[in-house]
């Protein structure tokens, strides 16, 4: 088994900017929160939404190669944990009408199936 252990890399200029990355892997994701700046999605990338505290939080993959989506979901309740919010529901939608979608500028989506 797989020893997954998560880093978390912190933006000294913006206190709502994370990157979470697999130690020992290429997965990395960027934590936004979309309630309080403009993000355009990459269409190449997933995105996954949740809420945390009254904060609109988007996880994207960063150059993510579709190997193990399970460990995108570990990555995301190990930040959860880190965060202290451990029942942070993740939703693969922007469908709860308390996210401020029209900060989320969605380009067509493309098919990544191979």
């Not at 994701?29 to 999605?41: A, L, T």
Request: aromatic fraction near 10%; charged fraction near 35%; hydrophobic fraction near 35%.
């Amino acid at each position: 088994m797989e020893n997954l252990i998560f880093l978390l890399a912190k933006d000294p200029d913006n206190d709502c900017r994370d990157l979470i990355f697999h130690r020992d892997g290429n997965l990395r994701i960027r934590v936004i929160c979309i309630d309080k700046e403009d993000y355009k999605i990459n269409p190449d990338e997933l995105q996954f939404f949740a809420m945390n505290d009254g904060k609109e939080l988007m996880f994207e993959t960063i150059n993510y190669d579709f190997e193990d989506p399970a460990m995108i979901i570990d990555a995301i309740h190990w930040y959860a944990n880190y965060i202290g919010n451990p029942d942070l529901e993740i939703e693969a939608e922007l469908e709860d009408k308390e996210i401020h979608k029209d900060n989320v500028k969605s380009p067509p989506r493309r098919n990544h199936r191979k």
